[in-house]
Nanobody, 127 residues
Framework: QVQLVESGGGSVQAGGSLRLACAASGAIYRSHCMGWFRQAPGKEREPVAGIYTGAGNTRYADSVKGRFTISQDNAKNTVYLQMNSLKSDDTAMYYC????????????????????WGQGTQVTVSS
């Protein structure tokens, strides 16, 4: 069964940190790329970061560069999103996604390029 399960969301004060995790079934994890997206109330879902699980290449949205880090644990079929220096603007539902597009030389960050989605985990940053 296709499955992506996010965890690690919560509430934190501005300047704080959170780490999200996304556990994927093996078939999905080995697809090609895994990504994190977020959606704030009344806004479009936007990309945050992506990783090619075959080699660990990463790509980030400009809004999170230098603050967020995406990483992987192949033994656990899990992708992480370490979020530091959180701002109130980071408040959103965060979604994990998997893509059969891309690879070592291209990591997709467009929503339409992702085939599978998790249910999301809420991150709330208070100022």
């Amino acid at each position: 069964q296709v499955q992506l399960v996010e965890s690690g969301g919560g509430s934190v004060q501005a300047g704080g940190s959170l780490r999200l995790a996304c556990a994927a079934s093996g078939a999905i994890y080995r697809s090609h790329c895994m990504g994190w997206f977020r959606q704030a109330p009344g806004k479009e879902r936007e990309p945050v970061a992506g990783i090619y699980t075959g080699a660990g290449n990463t790509r980030y949205a400009d809004s999170v560069k230098g603050r967020f880090t995406i990483s992987q644990d192949n033994a656990k079929n899990t992708v992480y999103l370490q979020m530091n220096s959180l701002k109130s603007d980071d408040t959103a539902m965060y979604y994990c996604a998997a893509s059969t597009e891309g690879g070592r030389f291209y990591i997709p960050l467009a929503r339409f390029e992702y085939n599978y989605w998790g249910q999301g985990t809420q991150v709330t940053v208070s100022s």
